[in-house]
């Protein structure tokens, strides 16, 4: 946005940077991020990195939504102006420009402007933005209808390629008949398959075709694509324990099957490994378990470090344990120093959380990294901001968080 009136630049700015101390530091594009905690005079400087970002779809639609659902206290004029450099409607910079203060050399004899015709203009863009939503919506209504039709169709899979998974461990616990029973049980899962992947491709077009349609609604149709892809690495992962189920069945003789390898869990598409909202989708995934590196927690910066060490135990275990009752988690389990608490004072713990500590002379790290060698190998998330202890379990193929992001979840 070149060119424009420096009243008009001023009134953008305005906008945008009341914007950016309002929402959570988290929804900012990282180059505004810096900016939160700056005062609106010292946002007036940086005009040019405010108005700049608009130049973003994603960031301007963020706007919009907050000019439309939060009615911030902007003055009018400056809520048309933003809602204009937003919105870019077909000579949209034009209309910018004729908004800015004229200079006239003859201010006696030159009329009045007409802010009548102004408010007017804005009102007729306002108008015009407000059924742009309306059909937004009214569209993304039925994207909603076509996601609950593959909702359906996803559960149906899911329900097909259970019954798979059953067949082939029955087939690989089966001794007699072992050469025919594991042809039949491999060649059903290939079938399932098969069918896994038609499904996925048959999502596929459907998501092309809401997108072709459904346009304006760009973010709900990126939602769609993302369970796309969820269920392509949903079927991934199934296509490899039919390949490590095979790898493991072996004729009569051997002693058993190989140990199987736990893999950390992918992060999310669009978003970062240390955002809080990564940290409840893994917690979401089935099967899922949680090792937590408890003093780590308690002592970090926004953590329980002002109450006893006793009185931090409790309040972790407690919030800890209404998060995983809400998110469905299999097992959770925290483990403390025992080197700082007392025999005596170790008070056992009922609910869903399992507490632990370490033996006299055992570092609570070398607990943690020894758990996972007696877990099964499902998915484990371990919370900590100890780096060291961070790389020592995604050696043992842990999912790894930061303490900050489970004082987020937590609170």
């Known amino acids: 946005m070149e060119g424009l009136p420096p009243d008009v630049a001023a009134a953008i700015a305005r906008g945008v940077g009341a914007y950016v101390r309002a929402v959570p530091r988290h929804q900012l594009p990282n180059q505004l991020r810096p900016l ?73 004899t030159s009329p009045a402007p007409d802010t009548g015709a102004l408010e007017a203009a804005a009102a007729r863009e306002r108008e015009r933005a407000k059924q742009a ?36 461990q029955a087939a690989a616990q089966a001794k007699t008949e072992a050469e025919r029973e594991r042809d039949e049980a491999a060649s059903a899962a290939d079938k399932e398959v098969r069918r896994a992947r038609r499904s996925v491709e048959a999502a596929e077009k459907e998501r092309d075709a809401a997108r072709r349609d459904l346009k304006v609604e760009r973010r709900a149709a990126a ?7 969820r269920l392509e690495r949903r079927v991934a992962d ?13 004729p009569d003789g051997v002693e058993g099957p190989r140990r199987q390898v736990r893999r950390s869990l992918p992060v999310p598409m669009g978003r970062f490994d240390d955002d809080p909202q990564t940290l409840e989708t893994w917690l979401d995934h089935d099967g899922v378990r949680v ?53 005596a004072a170790r008070r056992a713990f009922r609910g869903p959380v399992k507490v632990e500590y370490s033996r006299p002379g055992e570092k609570a790290d070398d607990h943690l990294v020894a758990l996972l060698d007696v877990l099964p190998p499902d998915p484990v998330v371990a919370v900590t901001n100890d780096r060291e202890l961070q790389e020592r379990l995604r050696e043992k193929g842990a999912t790894v968080a930061t303490s900050d992001q489970l004082l987020d979840l937590l609170r």
């Open 36 to 108: 939160q905690a700056f005062r609106a005079k010292a946002l007036a400087a940086r005009s040019g990195v405010l108005i700049a970002a608009l130049d973003d779809d994603t960031f301007r639609n963020a706007v919009l939504d907050w000019l439309d659902e939060v009615h911030p206290d902007l003055p009018p004029e400056d809520q048309a102006i933003l809602r204009l450099a937003c919105e870019r409607e077909d000579g949209w910079e034009e209309q910018l420009r004729a908004l800015g203060a004229e200079d006239d050399p003859e201010p006696v």
């Open 133 to 168: 939503r309306e059909e937004a919506r009214r569209a993304k209504a039925a994207l909603a209808d076509e996601r609950a039709a593959r909702d359906r169709e996803i559960a149906a899979l899911r329900s097909s390629l259970a019954e798979a998974e059953e067949a082939l």
């Open 223 to 229: 939602e769609a694509a993302r369970e796309v892809e």
């Open 238 to 250: 199934l296509e490899r324990e039919v390949a490590d189920l095979k790898e493991r069945r072996e």
């Open 291 to 343: 090792v937590v590196d408890g003093y780590n927690v308690t002592l970090a910066e926004r953590g329980f470090g002002k109450m006893e060490l006793e009185q931090q135990r409790e309040r972790l275990v407690t919030e800890l344990g209404a998060l995983v009752r809400r998110k469905g988690v299999g097992e959770a389990i925290v483990v403390f120093d025992g080197n700082v608490v007392a025999p």
